[in-house]
């Protein structure tokens, strides 16, 4: 079977130790072998030998809009500061906007690395965000 086709440079490693955590396009992340009906790709880190599937941050997968815009609107909160004002500046539907905070809010850990690797946001940047969408969430409920 041919190797499906991945794209390194976009994984990082997941391993809060690791020297090369969160760092992406070090070299240091390799596909170690295919599992599962989906040839799903397990990747390992050369650095500190911490494997994980490519399909962390599976999240975002079933989302139709690539991941990067979905954190990038989320990432709008503190500045726009309503769901309204963030579907003005971006143009997504207000619904399609509160979806991405469900999911936000049910996988929190995975989409803070996210916005911390993948948008080079800092944390005092990424707990704002969180801020607002918990706020939102106890609004909600
Ligand atoms: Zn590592």
């Avoid at 391993?15 to 009906?37: A, L, T």
């Avoid at 909160?77 to 539907?93: L, M, Q, V, W």
Wanted: glycine share 8%.
């Amino acid at each position: 079977m041919d190797p499906k086709e991945i794209d390194i440079s976009e994984f990082w490693c997941w391993n809060e130790k690791c020297p090369d955590y969160g760092k992406k396009g070090q070299g240091n992340i390799v596909p170690k072998e295919q599992y599962g009906k989906d040839n799903t790709w397990l990747l390992e880190c050369k650095t500190c030998g911490h494997c994980f599937s490519e399909n962390k941050g599976t999240v975002f997968f079933q989302l139709k809009t690539p991941r990067k815009e979905v954190l990038r609107t989320l990432a709008l909160f503190p500045e726009k500061g309503s769901i309204r004002g963030i579907s003005r500046a971006t143009g997504h539907d207000k619904n399609v906007i509160m979806n991405w905070l469900d999911v936000a809010g049910e996988h929190c850990k995975e989409v803070n690395e996210f916005f911390l690797h993948d948008l080079e946001l800092d944390k005092v940047q990424v707990d704002e965000i969180w801020s607002y969408i918990k706020k939102r969430k106890r609004r909600d409920s």
